[in-house]
């Protein structure tokens, strides 16, 4: 029912935890099952430098921030703005139908983090 690549992520997850002297933290919760998702990255020049996940979510919810962590690393945040759930589950080649709305956890945590950072720098 898990392809390999979930069970991969999931098996052994990337980037858990949290960033050393991070400045840009997001949580969310998901609405549909009230699992929770929190980002942290630091973030130079515009430039995501490292990022971490830690979640109270699923094994979908841990596959999918460990592959979404996987595709915003060293990447420009208006590129990481970019990225979507569906990205992601394409990228995992796949998720059950009833997990889709975990794979949003991550997306919507990148987000977060970004806007955090945003905001921190108008500060
Ligand atoms: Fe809540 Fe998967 S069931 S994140």
Do not use: W
């Not at 998702?37 to 979908?60: L, N, S, W």
């Not at 690393?73 to 589950?89: D, H, I, Q, R, Y």
């Amino acid at each position: 029912m898990y392809t390999e690549r979930v069970m991969d992520h999931f098996n052994n997850p990337r980037n858990m935890g949290e960033v050393d002297h991070f400045n840009a933290e997001g949580t969310v919760g998901n609405a549909k099952c009230g699992d929770i998702m929190r980002i942290t990255m630091r973030i130079e020049d515009g430039v995501i430098q490292d990022v971490k996940f830690k979640t109270f979510g699923c094994g979908a919810a841990v596959a999918t921030s460990s592959m979404a962590t996987e595709m915003v690393k060293g990447k420009p945040v208006e590129e990481a703005l970019k990225l979507t759930n569906s990205a992601v589950v394409e990228a995992l080649e796949g998720l059950p139908p009833a997990k889709i709305h975990c794979s949003v956890l991550a997306e919507e945590a990148v987000k977060a983090a970004i806007d955090d950072y945003q905001k921190r720098r108008q500060g």
